[in-house]
């Protein structure tokens, strides 16, 4: 399976600012996701980004407060912009890998703070 | 309600008991996935188990589906205070697909 990395494993942040979280995977890969997971709750999709596109959001999450970037096939970052405490969650990515396997392989995830 | 229902919410069980849950979901899938999460961590991947498929095996782990009820279960066989954790299923709709989650059973598996 494929290993995936994320940056920062965790952070506590102000309300008001901005983090951005970098997911790194060993191989490449066509689709990354990013979940979030509230806290005692379970996941929520955020969002598909394709290396090459623009992301594509789920229906509550926008572009504005989520920017997502991926430049290649290895690497993609999430952006929670202008935070609340309403955004400590649990944040993850993951990868469709081996590619037309379906399976998903989940990174470690990052646990986000905001006072 | 969101696509992939759990049940039970919570289990507690003696080691060496099997442990038993259930998802149910509501529209087609293409195929349907079981994780382990432990402690607010990863997710650690289980299994996959297509529309096309009903019965899968993996070590001490057994899941079914049945698309005509729309349900699965995951059966974790001789528990082991190990397999504390929230276990969810995630159903896919089509390939290379994103995930839906089912709100997810925590375990706890006492020594």
């Known amino acids: 399976s494929a290993v995936i990395s994320q940056k920062p494993s965790r952070d506590i942040c102000q309300r008001g600012t901005s983090l951005t979280i970098q997911c790194q995977v060993d191989?490449?890969?066509?689709?990354m996701f990013w979940y979030r997971q509230q806290p005692g709750q379970s996941l929520t999709l955020i969002a598909t980004a394709n290396q090459g596109s623009e992301a594509t959001y789920e229906s509550g999450f926008v572009i504005d407060k989520f920017p997502i970037s991926r430049p290649n096939l290895t690497f993609s970052t999430l952006t929670v912009s202008n935070m609340s405490p309403e955004d400590s969650s649990i944040y993850l990515c993951?990868?469709?890998?081996?590619?037309?396997?379906?399976?998903?392989?989940f990174g470690p995830g990052t646990r986000l703070t905001v006072l | 309600s969101q696509q992939g229902e759990e049940d039970p919410q919570a289990l507690s069980i003696q080691e060496g008991e099997n442990a038993t849950m259930n998802c149910s979901y509501k529209t087609s899938i293409n195929n349907l996935q079981w994780y382990r999460q432990n402690s607010g961590r990863g997710l650690v991947h289980l299994i996959l188990i297509r529309s096309n498929e009903r019965e899968k095996h993996s070590g001490r782990l057994r899941v079914t589906l049945d698309t005509s009820k729309k349900s699965s279960s995951l059966l974790i066989t001789a528990s082991r205070a190990a397999d504390t954790a929230s276990y969810f299923c995630?159903?896919?709709?089509?390939?290379?697909?994103?995930?839906?989650f089912g709100g997810g059973t925590r375990v706890l598996v006492k020594p």
């Open positions: 993951s990868v469709d890998q081996p590619q037309g396997t379906d399976t998903q392989y």
């Open positions: 995630a159903t896919g709709k089509a390939a290379g697909n994103k995930l839906t």
């Open positions: 191989s490449q890969v066509t689709m």
